[in-house]
């Protein structure tokens, strides 16, 4: 099992940043590949960023490449997402999942993790 706590969510006017963690214990952290994926009122989860086990390969959604950013700490069990150049169409309860894989694998349908964080809102103020 793997048990995965997130903060660093809240309010931010547009154009701003803010950085996301993603904290995990009970298993070796450094087995497990990374991803962050958001859900807004009325539209379905979707995909934002995805990190492998060592950090080397990253995957992101259109939507978000070039302002966030997906980086890992194996040695504080942590994965980030540094979001910057907020925009409004932003705000969602973004969550951080986990799934164990081989080195390299890295993953960007939610189908493919096992494990979730509680979720925390981010708000973009216009």
């Known amino acids: 099992q793997v048990q995965l706590v997130e903060s660093g969510g809240g309010l931010v006017q547009a154009g701003g940043s803010l950085r996301r963690s993603c904290a995990a214990s009970?298993?070796?952290?450094?087995?497990?590949?990374m991803g962050w994926f958001r859900k807004a009122p009325g539209k379905e989860r979707e995909f934002v960023a995805a990190?492998?086990?060592?950090?080397?390969?990253?995957r992101y959604a259109d939507s978000v490449k070039g302002r966030f950013t997906i980086s890992r700490d194996n040695a504080k069990n942590t994965v980030y997402l540094q979001m910057n150049s907020l925009k409004p169409e932003d705000p969602a309860v973004y969550y951080c999942?986990?799934?164990?894989?081989?080195?390299?694998?890295?993953?960007?349908?939610?189908?493919?993790?096992?494990?979730w964080g509680q979720g925390t809102q981010v708000t973009v103020s216009s």
């Open positions: 999942a986990a799934a164990y894989g081989s080195p390299g694998t890295i993953a960007t349908t939610a189908q493919n993790y096992n494990y």
């Open positions: 009970g298993r070796t952290f450094i087995s497990y590949y």
């Open positions: 990190i492998s086990w060592s950090g080397s390969s990253t």
